[in-house]
């Protein structure tokens, strides 16, 4: 079943919103290939671009927070650490393993379940804390 962006995941600041719907966009992508068991060939591409683009987007996100101080920039921080270890984790699995049933789950409920909790709470609270500095 695919992830659906809606307008109550926006957080408020634009550049942040087209990062997030683009991460929605890939999740969808290995989603579909999963429904047309095509996952494990899906799986490694999400993964290796899920590498490179979520450093870049924590990147944007964490720069954000510290040009306006945002007071739990710390736990943020630590919380896009933890998802990378995982994605990590997840990299490895592939390297050790190759990319079977297995991994194509656990990636789609690891990322999938991250991403939602992840903006709907941690995001859209940066988001609201930027809307006050007018950002």
């Known amino acids: 079943m695919a992830i659906t962006w ?3 995941l926006a957080v408020g600041v634009v550049k942040i919103d087209e990062q997030h719907k683009m991460l929605f966009q890939k999740v ?7 429904n047309q068991g095509k996952g494990k060939d899906a799986v490694a591409e999400l993964i290796g ?5 979520v450093v870049f987007h924590f990147r944007d996100e964490e720069k954000l927070m510290q040009a306006h101080n945002y007071p739990d920039y710390a736990k943020h921080k630590s919380l896009h650490d933890e998802f990378v270890k995982g994605l990590g984790e997840l990299h490895d699995e592939l390297e050790r393993e190759g990319p079977g049933l297995g991994l194509v789950l656990k990636t789609n409920q690891v990322v999938v379940d991250w991403l ?3 903006i709907s ?8 804390f930027l809307q006050k500095k007018e950002i």
């Open 121 to 128: 709470k941690t995001d859209k609270a940066v988001g609201k």
């Open 6 to 8: 809606t307008p109550n």
């Open 49 to 53: 671009f899920l590498g490179d683009y």
């Open 116 to 118: 939602i909790n992840h």
């Open 28 to 34: 969808n992508e290995l989603i579909n290939a999963c």
